[in-house]
């Protein structure tokens, strides 16, 4: 069974800093681009970040371009974002999804909260 | 950045109506459309992929079609289990982007 496990939520200060993961089983992690899409509260999906297979090619969002990376360790199977700067309105679910562009599989969502 | 807009952003509808939205591109993106179903507190969840191709294990009341800048998901017949939050993405081009979705309700 496929499964995206998201963890690293928390509530964070503006200008902080915080890092998510997301483990990845039941496929084969090395044959996907990986993303990830975040979603405000009361409101629609925001596609944030993509990496493709070894982590060589990277894109984003320009909202959040010199703040967020991402990254993948294909050994422990596994995506992270790396989120500094942060400000009130990175406040979202963030859900990593299986696939650059044709998400088909998404993780449960672990949920950032950017307040004083 | 490629705008997508749908329509409407909200239906109101019975079960076993037949149900339309539209989703329009600001530049053509060929196929590369998906459409998503999403419950509230649920993760979203792929129902087309490339326009009108049907994700394994979605019911086949659900259809896409179109291309280039236009584009329909169907569904034939709504079920109880239908009423939710749709949203179509554009994987044309970067940044990928959504519709605003369209929440159907229960008339």
């Known amino acids: 069974e496929v499964q995206l496990v998201e963890s690293g939520g928390d509530l964070v200060q503006p200008g902080g800093s915080l890092r998510l993961s997301c483990a990845a089983s039941?496929?084969?992690?090395?044959?996907?681009?990986m993303s990830w899409v975040r979603q405000a509260p009361g409101k629609g999906l925001e596609w944030v970040a993509n990496?493709?297979?070894?982590?060589?090619?990277?894109n984003y969002v320009d909202s959040v371009k010199g703040r967020f990376t991402i990254s993948r360790d294909n050994a422990a199977n596994s995506l992270s974002l790396q989120m500094n700067s942060l400000r009130a309105d990175d406040t979202a679910v963030y859900y990593c999804?299986?696939?650059?562009?044709?998400?088909?599989?998404w993780g449960q969502g672990t949920t950032v909260t950017v307040s004083s | 950045d490629i705008q997508m807009t749908q329509s409407p952003s909200s239906l109101s509808a019975s079960v076993g109506d037949r149900v339309s939205i539209t989703c329009r591109a600001s530049q053509g993106i060929r196929n590369h459309l998906g459409w998503y179903q999403q419950k509230p507190g649920k993760a979203p969840k792929r129902l087309i992929y490339?326009?009108?191709y049907l994700q394994s294990g979605v019911p086949s009341r659900f259809s896409g079609s179109g291309s280039g800048t236009e584009f329909t998901l169907t569904i034939s017949s709504l079920q109880p289990e239908d009423f939710a939050t749709y949203y179509c993405l554009q994987n044309n081009s970067y940044p990928r982007t959504f519709g605003q979705g369209t929440k159907v309700e229960i008339k």
């Open positions: 039941g496929f084969i992690f090395t044959s996907h681009w």
């Open positions: 999804v299986r696939n650059g562009g044709a998400f088909d599989m």
């Open positions: 490339s326009a009108s």
């Open positions: 990496i493709n297979f070894d982590g060589s090619d990277k």
